[in-house]
């Protein structure tokens, strides 16, 4: 599995051909962030636990997110053509401002636009959807085999209760945090670490009504593949199954 286990401290910006101070960026809980601030256009580095071929994928699914109307930031190649350099990826600042959260439901329409067009695209990588995890233990961030098996009982019969819904590729942390409204007034979708192909319901609990067996399905998953990465959040989150 092609995956970086050694990550520097901060991203070797000459692998990309840049020269510039890099400034931190807080809010991100899994991956390290730093933006460029002085290039005409600013980038963004971030830190990535995905292997090659999972973040080659991504690069795909983004072109099918801006068909259906939405800003991505684009992932860009290091001077040796690669996605990924020592743990590193790069990708285009995108200008805007967060969300309202009362304006979510306004992703709707393109949200089902992106899933019809994503539909057929197979699964990411190393990863596993919702209702592959009935049958195997582990797949991107979730692995069910660190996890007691009260809990993972639990989180499987919430996920078994809604697999016969639909399923595309899906963003997979679709929330106000990781939602812009650009200079332009459109929406841009970042950080799409979490994205694979899932139900789609996943991607519906900001932006439409459902039911609670849904909310039980994303309280489950929320648990499982934050289990090993933030423990503690897992752990009071895991109260509500």
């Known amino acids: 599995m092609d995956v970086i286990s050694l990550t520097p401290d901060r991203p070797r910006t000459e692998k990309w051909a840049i020269s510039t101070e890099l400034v931190p960026l807080h809010g991100g809980h899994r991956n ?8 005409s256009q600013n980038v963004v580095f971030k830190s990535t636990r995905r292997s090659s071929a999972s973040v080659e994928w991504l690069s795909e699914i983004h072109e099918q997110a801006r068909h259906a109307g939405f800003v991505v930031p684009r992932l860009l190649k290091s001077t040796g053509g690669n996605l990924i350099e020592d743990g590193w990826t790069c990708q285009e600042f995108i200008e805007g401002v967060q969300i309202d959260p009362s304006d979510l439901p306004c992703l709707g329409p393109s949200m089902r636009s992106f899933h019809k067009a994503a539909s057929h695209f197979p699964q990411r990588p190393q990863f596993q959807s919702s209702k592959g995890l009935l049958s195997v233990s582990a797949g991107g961030d979730v692995d069910l085999n660190k996890m007691p098996g009260e809990l993972v ?45 899932d139900l789609i319901l996943f991607d519906c609990g900001h932006i439409e009504k459902d039911d609670g067996a849904a909310r039980q399905a994303r309280i489950a998953w929320e648990v499982a593949c934050s289990w090993i990465v933030e423990p503690e959040y897992a752990k009071a989150l895991a109260e509500r199954l």
């Open 32 to 39: 390290a962030v730093f933006a460029s601030a002085s290039l």
């Open 153 to 197: 009982r639990k989180c499987r019969d919430a996920w078994r209760a809604v697999a016969s819904r639909d399923e595309s590729v899906i963003h997979g942390d679709l929330n106000a945090g990781n939602i812009l409204v650009t200079p332009e007034h459109r929406f841009a979708l970042i950080d799409w670490d979490e994205c694979r192909r």
